[in-house]
């Protein structure tokens, strides 16, 4: 079985200050790790994946991610946070063993708040 | 380029009626998914196809739910009867399965409000 933890139902940081959405997952192989972004009143969007290679990923809006495979965490990060980037931030997990196309397990999400 | 296009973006409905989702993937995407978000249990998983064939249906919470993908182009997800419970934001999702790589295309939802 997969499954990805956000420990936070929300995070607040002021405009300009460095930024972090974190997440735990458990995979039974290797992980494929996903972080998606929602505006209001809109589908989910893409931001970052972690396949293979380097544990740090680099994402879509100045967004990476690091991969920890000790403390199996993958949190977002972003070095400088906008007010436009408040927003929902959802992880996701699938196990590089499971076949079957892309069925990804989600979290519950952060809610993301960034202040002037 | 298309995104994933769903309709009807909002529809309110009363107790017992019949309630239909559609979904037009994009273009070339083998696998198709449909998610239930509510405040209370965050995004859920209802089902998925890939090549037209339901893959999981497990999600799929009792027989008021039915999904159906006739052709690569087309999804319908249908609840009959309809109950208050079932209010919700419904989202279709697609990707091209031999990707492997887990990118899913959001459509922007079907906002369900059953009174």
């Known amino acids: 079985a997969q499954s990805v933890a956000q420990p936070e139902d929300q995070v607040n940081v002021a405009e300009g200050n460095p930024l972090t959405v974190k997440c735990t997952y458990s995979v039974s192989g290797n992980p494929y790790l996903f972080w998606y972004v929602q505006y209001p009143n809109r589908g989910l969007q893409f931001l970052l994946k972690?396949?293979?290679?380097?544990?740090l990923v680099k994402g879509s809006y100045g967004f990476e991610a690091e991969f920890n495979k000790s403390q199996t965490s993958f949190h977002l990060k972003k070095p400088s946070a906008l007010v436009s980037d408040s927003a929902l931030y959802f992880c996701a997990v699938r196990d590089a063993l499971t076949g079957g196309g892309n069925k990804l397990t989600f979290g519950t999400g952060t809610q993301l708040k960034v202040e002037l | 380029d298309a995104g994933v296009i769903q309709s009807p973006r909002h529809e309110v409905t009363e107790m017992g009626q019949e309630v239909t989702l559609r979904c037009k993937p994009i273009?070339?995407?083998?696998?198709l998914f449909w998610y239930r978000q509510t405040m209370m249990r965050g995004l859920e998983l209802l089902i998925y196809f890939n090549n037209n064939v339901p893959i999981d249906d497990s999600g799929m919470p009792e027989d008021r739910f039915s999904a159906k993908m006739p052709n690569a182009s087309f999804s319908t997800l249908k609840i009959q009867p309809s109950e208050p419970r079932d209010s919700a934001v419904y989202f279709c999702a697609s990707s091209l399965a031999t990707a492997n790589t887990g990118e899913l295309f959001f459509g922007e939802g079907s906002r369900l409000t059953v009174l």
């Open positions: 273009s070339g995407h083998n696998s």
């Open positions: 972690y396949i293979t290679g380097d544990n």
